[in-house]
């Protein structure tokens, strides 16, 4: 068996990459957990945050909020609501989405509204700092 | 017989109709094509998530989780119907309005009561309508919608089945099969039923180890499980609607080509009537004169 698996990223809107890797760092919900080939058959839901894959030793970087990550032995797929390249990710538009979810966290009082709020503050800071270490 | 005006200023309006027609044809194949490539990039995702849901409910019992339990008793039905915001799409939107209303009168000779959830300005004015209580509705959203509509959607059955305001939730949507053919289907959404997916019932799925749990995945899973299935609603609906759209105004000009000939042949029949009756009178007269 090839020591790369086929690392595949899909969300609702389209296929945003397909690709033999080396090596993929996920953010598992209970924390971050690296695949390699021959990995066990495994079922993670993710956590939001960032993504890492390793090919012919160049790193790569990958935003992705709220999904799956379906691992067996030769391949690696990720099933994200939303899911971004670090190059990809708009900087002034995430920076703007972190004032507005700020200013929600401070003013809502209601609680489901409260929660929707900083969720959103985690995606726009995620993809802020990603974007800083990456982009 | 009509006059001569009459009919020209008859053709100058039937010739203005077919432009817009025809322009409306062009609109919606361009729309199809937006509609159908969004479906192609919706496809590998769907097609995934199915997989992953075939797998699990292999080695799932059905009390795993209240998305999945069916209930004994089965008091409230909720309809999900979706529709398209605008009219001039020949019959497309009374098919799929006539599909949930037949649902809903079934539903109601049971016994049961019935709650409308209409998505797309034709289901709610429907919905309005109908003996039958609107809870919900989403006006002018089925014009470049995107998922965040279909969880929001998905967001608000999950808590009324969950609250246990409805015991049951369908989804009413037009599939799309072809551009010549669109065919309104009536899906049981909730309770999740994984062997009624289409997933392909590979033998011998891996076993997988979990994380965090089988209850814990099954409860991010199955929400999401919903939404998938509203956004290929949406979708499909989105796009049958073009294609019927489509369809209705090519009839549309077809018809209006057939009145511009029937109208000019009426045209130069009183024309010439016209002209021979003149003609008669010249003749009438010189023979009158010669005396």
């Known amino acids: 068996m090839a020591d790369t698996i086929k690392f595949e990223v899909v969300t609702p809107d389209q296929l945003i990459l397909s690709e033999d890797v080396d090596y993929v760092g996920v953010p598992g919900i209970q924390g971050q957990f690296g695949v390699l080939s021959n990995h066990i058959p495994f079922l993670s839901a993710l956590a939001v945050g ?7 030793g160049q790193v790569k970087y990958l935003f992705v909020s709220g999904g799956f990550a379906e691992v067996s032995p030769d391949s690696l797929t990720i099933l994200a609501e939303s899911a971004e390249k670090a190059e990809d990710i708009d900087l002034t538009r995430a920076q703007k989405a972190k004032e507005r979810a700020e200013e929600r966290v401070q003013r809502e009082k209601d609680r489901i509204e409260f929660a929707q709020a900083q969720v959103a503050l985690r995606r726009a800071i995620e993809r802020i700092n990603l974007k800083e270490k990456a982009g | 017989m009509p006059s001569l005006k009459d009919v020209q200023n008859k053709i100058a309006s039937v010739k203005k109709t077919k432009q817009i027609t025809k322009a409306m044809n062009m609109v919606a194949s361009a729309k199809l094509r937006k509609a159908q490539m969004k479906i192609e990039r919706f496809r590998p995702y769907a097609e995934k998530y199915y997989e992953l849901m075939g797998d699990m409910a292999a080695g799932v019992e059905t009390g795993a989780h209240p998305l999945l339990a069916k209930r004994e008793s089965i008091r409230n039905i909720g309809i999900m119907l979706i529709t398209s915001d605008r009219g001039l ?12 209303m037949h649902l809903a009168a079934a539903k109601k000779a049971l016994g049961q009561k019935v709650v409308f959830y209409a998505v797309g300005k034709k289901a709610v004015n429907a919905a309005r309508k109908s003996p ?18 279909a969880g929001e959607l998905g967001n608000e059955v999950i808590r009324a089945y969950l609250e246990e305001e409805v015991d049951e939730v369908h989804l009413v949507f037009g599939r799309f099969i072809n551009v010549g053919k669109q065919e309104p289907e009536d899906l049981k959404m909730l309770p999740v039923s994984p062997d009624e997916t289409e997933a392909p019932a590979e033998g011998g799925s891996a076993q997988y180890m979990y994380e965090p749990s089988v209850d814990g995945i099954l409860s991010e899973l199955l929400p999401r499980f919903i939404k998938v299935q509203i956004y290929r ?3 499909e609906t989105s ?16 018809n209006c080509d057939e009145m511009i000939t029937n109208l000019t042949l009426a045209y130069n029949k009183a024309r010439q009537a016209a002209i021979t009756a003149e003609l008669l009178d010249i003749v009438g007269g010189a023979e009158a004169l010669k005396g």
Request: charged share 25%; aromatic share 12%.
């Open chain 2, 89 to 100: 799409c020949g019959a497309f939107n009374t098919n799929l309005i006539n599909k949930a």
């Open chain 2, 233 to 235: 609603g949406l979708l």
């Open chain 2, 132 to 149: 039958y209580e609107l809870v919900k509705s989403y006006r002018d959203c089925m014009d470049g919608f995107d998922f965040s509509l």
């Open chain 2, 239 to 254: 796009a049958s609607e073009h294609a019927a759209r489509m369809s209705a105004m090519d009839n549309a000009s077809n």
């Open chain 1, 50 to 56: 960032s993504l890492y894959y390793r090919k012919d």
